[in-house]
């Protein structure tokens, strides 16, 4: 079936360092692709998304690219801020548009 | 403002009790979904609901039930049937459950006594 999996965390950065969070699928079909953020104590937002190959989804300086030759969709931003410590999730639709989820990843900003 | 509302924000449950946690939204969404975040593992799917009065099981249904009698309302129960009930449990909406952005709740944590 349908799979993500990412990076293990904790990941510890100091303020201003450059983030990659590695994200790789298996999936059948041509899936759309989700990086969600969950800040401590509350729910999930979605950062971003991308449709289909070579897509870039961009928000809030974060980025990420659609890559079907290498099954990927990593996370990344140049310059850290202490407010982006939370947990990252990867997901991606199946065939009948649920998520499926990676299992999240710990991001630590230190100033 | 518009949104997704979970209560409460923590609920402990006694051995062989029923519990049953709230969702409402006022984004007028049409599909609803509850899913269950355990440490260190990503959102796994229990209920969803597409539209009122229909709803289907996701991957860990056994041990709970829902209910959508209300297009804002999508409660669900964890029963005395669900035997490590212990997890954060999240709420979401989107606009028609085809592949568009899910909204979610803040959640609540459910413990065992």
Redesign the interface.
Known sequence: GDS?TQMEGPVTLSEEACLTINCTYTATGYP?LFW?VQYP??????LL?ATKADDKGSNKGFEATYRKETTSFHLEKGSVQVSDSAVY?C?L?DSN???I????TKLIIKP | DGGITQSPKYLFRKEGQNVTLSCEQNLNHDAMYWYRQDPGQGLRLIYYSQIVNDFQKGDIAEGYSVSREKKESFPLTVTSAQKNPTAFYLCASSISGQNEKLFFGSGTQLSVL
Not at chain 1, 41 to 46: H, N
Not at chain 1, 101 to 104: L, M, N
């Open positions: 993500v759309s969600y104590g509350e729910g999930l937002q979605l998304k999730f997901a639709t548009y649920q998520l989820w990676g299992a999240g």
